[in-house]
């Protein structure tokens, strides 16, 4: 038996609500055994028995059928990830690359309000060098190369139940 996303999604929510399979049984007025096959993907409840499951539990039949994306969420996490650091490496390169060519000299004679200045104008200049490189590569993660992963990853399209 397969284990289907209206299987894992029904035993879920179930929990949620603190219903055992014999409490949803009386609830819909099917045997608790029904409820168990249904939990285990081995059979799929009527149209009818769809709306009042989704009723019982307080969801919508969406909710109750259809995959989430955490997988996508994932990749937009990790995707984030790579652009917060590409930004940091982008950043510190930056940083340092400009700091060969800055005069030091002529910045420890300027009062602290004009340090402030000079310093504040050095970083807004080095965070728009260091932004959009790293918003693209992290685009490039979860645009291109997570997509990409998916397919090699899988050996032939699968096919989904679609009710």
Do not use: H
């Not at 989704?54 to 996508?72: G, V």
């Not at 490496?89 to 000299?105: C, E, G, H, K, P």
């Amino acid at each position: 038996m397969k284990e289907t996303i209206l299987a894992m999604k029904l035993k879920e929510y179930r929990e949620k609500n603190k219903l055992t399979q014999s409490m949803l049984a009386e609830l819909l007025e099917v045997s608790d055994k029904t409820i168990s096959k249904w939990e285990l993907g081995a059979t799929y409840p009527s149209k009818k028995n769809m709306i009042k499951i989704a009723e019982e539990l307080d969801i919508s039949l969406e909710t109750l059928l259809l995959e989430e994306t955490k997988k996508d969420n994932d990749d937009l996490k990790v995707s984030i990830k790579y652009g917060v650091i590409s930004f940091c490496l982008i950043f510190f390169a930056t940083m340092i690359i400009t700091s060969f060519n800055q005069d030091f000299s002529t910045i420890m004679n300027l009062s602290i309000q004009e340090k402030f200045g000079v310093l504040l104008t050095t970083a807004l200049k080095l965070l728009s060098i260091s932004v959009p490189p790293a918003i693209i590569i992290g685009s490039v993660f979860y645009f291109y190369i997570f997509p990409k992963n998916k397919k090699e990853n899988e050996p032939f399209p699968r096919f989904r139940r679609k009710w």
